[in-house]
């Protein structure tokens, strides 16, 4: 069964920190690019963040950018999403999904992505 489950959310006090995981079983993570969405209540699924098959290339949202990190370890089936300096704006429910691609492109529309996880939830509150 293919399936992508996500992890690390939670509550956090503006200006700090928390690390996403996203774990793959049942497919292997090599030729998939992977993206980071996020979707608050009331709003449209939006990109945060996206890594190509290979890592080589990325893609921030304008409003996370210098603030987020995107990496993958192909070898553990993994990909993280360092998120520094947080603020309320960032609450929502985070989402972790897996697009095949041809080459080294990096989609960020949520129509080229293939496999979802669950979803975490951020909640960024005082």
């Known amino acids: 069964q293919l399936q992508l489950v996500e992890s690390g959310g939670g509550l956090v006090q503006p200006g700090g920190s928390l690390r996403l995981s996203c774990v793959a079983s049942g497919f292997t993570l090599d030729d998939y690019a992977i993206g980071w969405f996020r979707q608050a209540p009331g709003k449209e699924r939006e990109a945060v963040s996206c890594i190509s098959s290979s890592g080589g290339r990325t893609k921030f949202a304008d409003s996370v950018l210098g603030r987020f990190t995107i990496s993958r370890d192909n070898a553990k089936n993994t990909v993280s999403l360092e998120m520094n300096s947080l603020k309320p704006e960032d609450t929502a429910v985070y989402y972790c999904?897996?697009?095949?691609?041809?080459?080294?492109?990096?989609?960020?529309?949520?129509?080229?992505?293939?496999?979802w996880g669950q979803g975490t939830q951020v909640t960024v509150s005082s």
């Open positions: 999904a897996a697009g095949w691609t041809y080459s080294d492109y990096v989609p960020t529309s949520p129509h080229e992505y293939d496999y």
